[in-house]
């Protein structure tokens, strides 16, 4: 396998628009009567503005583990890897080339990254209830989306960084992709304001 030597930064403009999004998403949320702030996890036009952070968050968070895996893996074992879920990516492919990797399951980072991709597959892939005149004829597939809410925000914005943060331990190399990742797309200390401390990330 030849060194790496660099990659593009996809993740650069992904990370941007993340943060465009949540600037949005408040600048939404300031204008909203403190009765509807109060009860935000209802609001319909930042329930449309969560489909966009949820869906920026995913697609920056495959991002960077398909950075990560196709600098540590040769070409043809990335490629095989490559068509993987995710999920799978970030808690099973890292051991190939670190084999004491464990990814924790059952925290709070697990949670959040099998909620991120269930929520994009199912607005990606997304499926109506039908309904005849007794029964629901097809299930659809959006319950999922409904459970995302204002109050789960800042876990949803924080979850690629927390996720390179976790591989990072790995090797001090990824130091300055995450400072990346953190600078351009999060900034959370400017919305610090927004988020109670029980659902602020760490």
Not at 17 to 30: G, M, N, P, Q
């Amino acid at each position: 396998m030849e060194d790496v030597t660099g990659h593009s930064a996809e993740y650069k403009l992904l990370a941007r628009s993340l943060h465009l999004a949540l600037k949005d998403y408040f600048t939404f949320f300031e204008q909203l009567p403190d009765h509807l702030k109060a009860d935000a996890d209802h609001v319909p036009n930042l329930e449309s503005r969560l489909l966009t952070v949820v869906l920026l968050s995913a697609a920056l968070s495959e991002c960077c583990i398909n950075v990560i895996l196709a600098s540590k893996l040769p070409e043809v074992a990335f490629e095989l890897i490559e068509r993987s879920s995710p999920e799978d990516k970030w808690m099973k492919a890292p051991k190939l080339f670190a084999a004491d990797y464990e990814f924790p399951i059952g925290t709070a980072l697990n949670e959040d990254l099998r909620f991120v991709f269930s929520c994009r597959n199912a607005i990606m892939h997304s499926k109506p209830d039908i309904f005849s005149s007794t029964d629901v004829r097809t299930r659809g597939n959006f319950d999922r989306v409904l459970e995302l809410k204002h109050s789960r925000l800042s876990r949803l914005v924080s979850l690629p960084r927390r996720l390179v943060e976790h591989v990072a331990r790995l090797e001090t190399r990824w130091a300055p992709f995450i400072g990346v990742i953190i600078d351009s797309e999060l900034r959370l200390r400017e919305f610090d304001r927004y988020f109670t401390p029980s659902h602020k990330a760490t």
